[in-house]
C-alpha cells in the first residue's frame, strides 16, 4: 500500500514538472500603440519579436476602462457587474463573494505564483495586499521608488525648481535612488526567473509595469526615437455634436498635474492646445518604448537561461488611452480607443516553433538595424506592411475575461463556463464569464476559420449627464453612480446605451434609455458619427440593444450557447 502512494506521489510530481511555466506581462494603459498593430509610429522591436513567436489577437476589448474594476475582472474572469467593482473601493471577496482568481487556481494546482509590480491594483479593491495569501505562494513585489510616482521631479528649466508635471522624461542618475520603479520591476522579476532555475514546480509570474500610465516619467534617451515633428493631434480635434456630454470624459487626472494646470483650460470643454497635445503623445509613444525595452530584456533572460522552450508568454494591457481623439484624454469611457487593447500569446510547441527559436532571437538585432536608419515615413510603412505579413492575426472578438480560462486551459486545469445567475454567485464555484481562447489559436495555426463571440460587453459608470469635478465624473465612487453606460462591441458596430443605475441594487433601468450610441466601423473607425438616431441603423440599433440587454451569455458561439 506504501509502494502505491509513493508512486502516485511521484507520479503527481512529475506531471506538475512536465506543465508549462506562465509569464504573464500586463502594461497599463496601453492601447494598440504597436508595430505589430500596424501602429507607424510607434518603436517596440521586442513586443514584435514575441508577436513573431505568437498569435496577435487584433480585437481584444477590455470590460472597463479602469485600472481596479479591470484587473479584478480578468483575473476572475468576472465582468464587473458580477463583481459589482466600478470604483477602486471594494473588494470582491468581503463584498461579493470568494470567487477563486486565476493565480490561486494555478497555485492550488501546483504552480509557484508571484506577483510583480502592478498586477492587481494596490490598496483596498485588492484588501490591501495583493490578494494575499490567496493568489500567491511568495510575497508581491512592489518597487520601492514607487512612493516617488507624484514626486515633483520634473525638470522644466535650470533656473526652477523640479515640478510635478504630466510630461516628465528624466535623467535615471538624478531619480531618487537612481532608478525607477520600471526598472526595479524588471530587475526582480529577472531574480525570480534566476531561483526557479533549480525548483522542480512550474511558475506563473504576473509582472505588471506601470508605464505608459501617467505621469510620463520615463528616461529622457528614448526621446531619440520619436521626434516631434512626426506626431500630430487627431482630426476632427473636437468633441462631435451629436455625442452626449454623458459620454465625455473631462481627463481630471491629467488637469492635476502642474504643467495641465499652467495652461489654464476652463472646465471641462476648453482643448489642450495643439502644441501641448503633441508633447503628450510623443512622450506616450517615448514611455511605450521605455516598456518594450524591459521587456526585451526580461525575455532575453528567459532565453538566456532556457526557459523560454517551456514557457508561455502572454502580454497585454488593462486597458486603452485616448490621446487627443474627439479632444479627449485618458481613459474613463466606453470608446474602442479606451477599450480594445494589445493581446498576443506565444505557445511553445504551439504558436512557437522550438526548432527556430535561436534563429528567431536574431529578429532584435535586425529591428534594431532597421530602426537606426533615418527612414522616410513610406518606407517606414513598406517596412511594417512587411513585418505584419509575417504575423498570424486572430480578427475575432475576444475579451480580456478570457485570459483566466485560456490560461487554466494551456495548463491542463481548465475551468467551466458560469451556466447562469446562480452559477456563477455561488462563492464556491469556479467557473468563468469568458471561453478559452486556445481553439482560435489552433484554428489560426491551421489557416481555419472558428465561428466565435458576436460581441464583447463592456461598462462605464457616471454620476451625471453633464462632466462635473465633484462627484468626479471620470472616477465615480459606488454610491454616487447614477448612470451606467453598457457597450457593445461587435465585428462591425459598437452599441452604447446610457441608463439610469441604482447603486443600492446594483441595477439599471431599460425602460429608460438616457442616451444611446451607434458606430458602423465599416465606414468610422474612429468612431466620430454616431448613427443611433439615423432611421437607415434602426434595426441594427434594436438588434444591438436586445443582445447588449440580455447579455455575454447570449454572444457565445453556437455550440457554447445555452
Avoid at 477602486?88 to 497555485?107: M, V
Avoid at 510547441?349 to 538595424?369: A, R
Avoid at 465615480?476 to 447614477?482: A, G, T, V
Wanted: glycine share 2%; with cysteine.
Amino acid at each position: 500500500m506504501m509502494f502505491f502512494k509513493l508512486y502516485f506521489m511521484v507520479l503527481i510530481s512529475w506531471s506538475v514538472a512536465q506543465r508549462q511555466n506562465f509569464l504573464l506581462i500586463i502594461i497599463d494603459d496601453l492601447r494598440t500603440a504597436l508595430e505589430c498593430y500596424g501602429d507607424t509610429k510607434a518603436y517596440t522591436p521586442n513586443i514584435n519579436r514575441l508577436a513573431e513567436q505568437g498569435v496577435i489577437f487584433s480585437q481584444a476589448f477590455a470590460q472597463q476602462a479602469l485600472c481596479a474594476p479591470s484587473r479584478n475582472s480578468f483575473l476572475t474572469s468576472r465582468r464587473p457587474d458580477t463583481l459589482q467593482l466600478y470604483d477602486f473601493y471594494s473588494y470582491w471577496r468581503r463584498d461579493i463573494g470568494n470567487f477563486t482568481t486565476l493565480p490561486q487556481h494555478l497555485k492550488n494546482n501546483g504552480y509557484i505564483t508571484k506577483s510583480i509590480g502592478k498586477v492587481f491594483h494596490p490598496g483596498i479593491s485588492s484588501n490591501n495586499s495583493d490578494d494575499s495569501p490567496y493568489s500567491w505562494t511568495e510575497i508581491p513585489f512592489h518597487p520601492y521608488t514607487e512612493r516617488y510616482k507624484n514626486a515633483p521631479v520634473c525638470q522644466t528649466n535650470v533656473r526652477l525648481l523640479p515640478t510635478e508635471n504630466l510630461v516628465c522624461p528624466v535623467k535615471i542618475s538624478s531619480m531618487p535612488n537612481k532608478t525607477l520603479p520600471d526598472i526595479e520591476i524588471l530587475k526582480e522579476a529577472k531574480r525570480f526567473i534566476q531561483y526557479q532555475v533549480k525548483n522542480p514546480n512550474p511558475f506563473f509570474l504576473a509582472v505588471g509595469f506601470q508605464k505608459p500610465h501617467i505621469p510620463f516619467k520615463y528616461p529622457k534617451k528614448y526621446l531619440k526615437y520619436h521626434p516631434l515633428h512626426k506626431f500630430e493631434v487627431p482630426k476632427p480635434y473636437e468633441w462631435p455634436q451629436n455625442i452626449s456630454s454623458i459620454a465625455y470624459n473631462p481627463w481630471i487626472d491629467l488637469r492635476k498635474r502642474k504643467d495641465i494646470e499652467a495652461l489654464n483650460l476652463k472646465f471641462p470643454w476648453e482643448k489642450i492646445p495643439r502644441y501641448f497635445g503633441k508633447l503628450i503623445i510623443q512622450s506616450y509613444y517615448a514611455a511605450v518604448t521605455y516598456v518594450d525595452d524591459l521587456i526585451g530584456k526580461l525575455i532575453n533572460h528567459l532565453e538566456f537561461l532556457s526557459f523560454r522552450q517551456n514557457t508561455t508568454i502572454i502580454l497585454m494591457s488593462d486597458h486603452g488611452w485616448s490621446l487627443g481623439e474627439r479632444a479627449v484624454w485618458a481613459k474613463y469611457s466606453n470608446f474602442d480607443i479606451t477599450l480594445r487593447v494589445p493581446l498576443i500569446i506565444s505557445v511553445p510547441g504551439l504558436t512557437l516553433d522550438m526548432k527556430n527559436l535561436k534563429k528567431n532571437n536574431s529578429l532584435k538585432k535586425q529591428y534594431f538595424m532597421y530602426f537606426k536608419r533615418k527612414l522616410k515615413r513610406s518606407q517606414q510603412q513598406c517596412n511594417i506592411h512587411n513585418l505584419l505579413k509575417k504575423q498570424i492575426i486572430i480578427d475575432s472578438i475576444v475579451e480580456l475575461v478570457d485570459i483566466f480560462p485560456t490560461i487554466a486551459d494551456l495548463a491542463n486545469i481548465s475551468i467551466p463556463i458560469c451556466l447562469n445567475e446562480k452559477n456563477f454567485l455561488r462563492a464556491e464555484t469556479i467557473c468563468s464569464e469568458g471561453i478559452s481562447l486556445v481553439p482560435l489559436v489552433k484554428a489560426a495555426l491551421n489557416e481555419e476559420t472558428l465561428p466565435w463571440k458576436k460581441a464583447a460587453f463592456g461598462q462605464y459608470p457616471r454620476p451625471s449627464v453633464e462632466p462635473s469635478i465633484n462627484p468626479n465624473s471620470d472616477e465615480p465612487r459606488l454610491k454616487q453612480i447614477k448612470i451606467m453606460g453598457y457597450t457593445l462591441r461587435s465585428n462591425r458596430y459598437r452599441y452604447t446605451a446610457w441608463l439610469p443605475f441604482k447603486p443600492e441594487t446594483k441595477a439599471p433601468d431599460w425602460n429608460n434609455v438616457i442616451a444611446e450610441e451607434l458606430y458602423d466601423h465599416e465606414t468610422d473607425e474612429t468612431e466620430i458619427r454616431n448613427f443611433a438616431t439615423f432611421q437607415k441603423y434602426a434595426n441594427i440599433k434594436k438588434e444591438l440593444k436586445v443582445l447588449l440587454q440580455y447579455g455575454w451569455r447570449n454572444a457565445l458561439p453556437e455550440k457554447l450557447n445555452f
